[in-house]
């Protein structure tokens, strides 16, 4: 399966440590996105890149966020300081031209 | 920003019955995408519509784009228990955004 994958699947921590997720997109897809999706709600935006460089950031990403794709390849999203309210699964997706197509999503909890 | 309203927000039926979940917005789309998602997962990509009107089917599922691309629905025929998912429509916004309604939680009964 060459889809979009994610790791760490489930990462528990506590308030105040960092945490970074990884997400690898399909192969030939020149567009990643990360978005981030709490119970009972669809996914909300929080910024995309084409190839390496990162064209939008959400207000959602505070200064506590940050994320690359270094290489045009994969991606990193960081989390420092965490808070309680950052517990939420964290999305990635990518596409070529039109649809997006996610990966299985990293479950935070901040305790 | 587009609101995307989508209803119901919880729809429980017997296996063999019909459904229709709707997804509707003040504002045109360019185009609409529809996912399932299950618990612990990410979206499954079922459809992209792009033109008013349109009408697309993907086995027992029938999706359907308004005439004014502002609304649109699925329906399924002839429920399964694998139907079993949480609905989301998503539409794009600026060539690249995806904007997710709060989704419909379907639960098809054996």
């Known amino acids: 399966d060459t889809g979009v994958s994610q790791n760490p699947r489930h990462k528990i921590t506590k308030r105040g440590q960092n945490v970074t997720f990884r997400c690898d997109p399909i192969?030939?897809?020149?567009?990643l996105y990360w978005y981030r999706q709490t119970l009972g709600q669809g996914p909300e935006f929080l910024t995309y890149?084409?190839?390496?460089?990162?064209?939008?950031k959400s207000r959602l990403l505070s200064d506590r966020f940050s994320a690359e794709r270094p290489k045009g390849s994969f991606s990193t999203l960081e989390i420092q300081r965490t808070e309680q309210g950052d517990s939420a699964m964290y999305l990635c997706a990518s596409s070529l031209l039109g649809s997006q197509y996610f990966g299985p999503g990293t479950r935070l909890l901040v305790l | 920003t587009q609101l995307l309203e989508q209803s119901p927000q919880f729809l429980s039926i017997q296996e063999g019955e019909n459904l229709t979940v709707y997804c509707n917005s003040s504002?045109?789309?360019?185009?609409l995408q529809w996912y399932r998602q299950e618990p612990g997962e990410g979206p499954v990509l079922l459809v992209t519509v792009v033109t008013g009107g349109e009408v697309k089917k993907l086995k027992r599922l029938t999706f359907q784009f308004g005439d004014a691309r502002k609304d649109s629905s699925l329906h399924i025929t002839a429920a399964q228990p694998g139907d079993t998912g949480l609905y989301l429509c998503?539409?794009?916004?600026?060539?690249?955004?995806?904007?997710f309604g709060a989704g419909t939680t379907v639960t098809v009964r054996a």
């Open positions: 504002s045109v789309f360019s185009s």
């Open positions: 998503a539409a794009t916004s600026n060539d690249y955004k995806l904007s």
């Open positions: 192969s030939e897809h020149n567009r």
């Open positions: 890149f084409q190839n390496e460089a990162q064209l939008e």
